[in-house]
């Protein structure tokens, strides 16, 4: 069983940043691969970024390629989403989840443990 707390959500002005973080416990977190996706209200869940078990492998989807960076530090079993110039469209709540394998994987249904989510809001 993995247990994972999202944190560092927040309102923030449309060109602003925010770095949300994601602690895991209960199994070797450097064994597995780690997600963000984003639900907005009214919107199916959609993949935001991943990262392969080592760190070495990074996916991005193309509404936040070049604005968001995804990173991990195994020793503090603990990853991250850098989030820079942030807009509007970005309002959402934001879960990590963590998948059973070294590779990284877009899909949510891919995914085994998940955790409950922190609220990213953007004003304009």
């Known amino acids: 069983q993995v247990q994972l707390v999202e944190s560092g959500g927040g309102l923030v002005q449309a060109g602003g940043s925010l770095r949300l973080s994601c602690a895991a416990s209960?199994?070797?977190?450097?064994?597995?691969?780690m997600g963000w996706f984003r639900q907005a209200p009214g919107k199916d869940r959609e993949f935001v970024a991943a990262i392969s078990a080592s760190g070495g492998i990074t996916y991005y989807a193309n509404s936040v390629k070049g604005r968001f960076t995804i990173s991990r530090d195994n020793a503090k079993n603990t990853v991250y989403l850098q989030m820079n110039n942030l807009k509007p469209e970005d309002t959402a709540a934001y879960h990590c989840a963590c998948r059973d394998g070294i590779y990284p994987h877009t899909r949510g249904n891919e995914y085994d443990y998940w955790g409950q989510g922190t609220q990213v809001t953007v004003s304009s």
């Open positions: 209960g199994r070797t977190f450097s064994s597995y691969a």
